[in-house]
């Protein structure tokens, strides 16, 4: 697979975001979650929940876990992987620190139709038609 290019955004200072805590932003219409989990480096995730659309900054963050608080979804908030239930998983952006200034790494893509970070393939939807997730990989891209 090729590598994704991408355009570095200054979206936070360290002083916005402390050990522990997230923050929400939004760049080019997109939400993003960045998040400073205890005994790790900042992480930036996609900004909704991969089950229904909830903004995540509503959720709670206790011990490295983020709760939605939608339909209390769980995510580790280190790995993005999902917790409750196990088969979830959040989109992630890559992160750089130039000193004080935090920077995500936003994905150019050909097309304006932005993609889940983790997945080549487009978001499934369920049979509901929300947005969801997967970290199925036996399962075939039903686009292409």
């Known amino acids: 697979m090729s590598e994704v290019a991408v355009e570095w955004v200054e979206v936070a200072t360290l002083d916005d975001l402390w050990c522990g805590d997230m923050l929400g932003v939004e760049v080019e219409g997109e939400q993003i979650l960045l998040v400073y989990p205890n005994g790790g480096a900042i992480r930036a995730y996609h900004g909704l929940c991969p089950h229904q659309q909830a903004l995540l900054i509503n959720g709670d963050l206790e011990e490295n876990v983020l709760t939605c608080y ?19 998983r959040l989109s992630s952006y890559e992160v750089k620190l130039e000193g004080n200034s935090i920077y995500v790494g936003i994905p150019k893509m050909a097309d304006t139709n932005r993609r889940d970070r983790t997945d080549p393939c487009p978001p499934r939807l369920c049979e509901y038609g929300y947005r969801v997730a997967t970290t199925d990989r036996d399962q075939p891209c039903p686009y292409g």
């Open 70 to 88: 939608g339909h209390h979804w769980q995510f580790d908030v280190i790995s993005g992987q999902g917790i409750n239930p196990r088969n979830s």
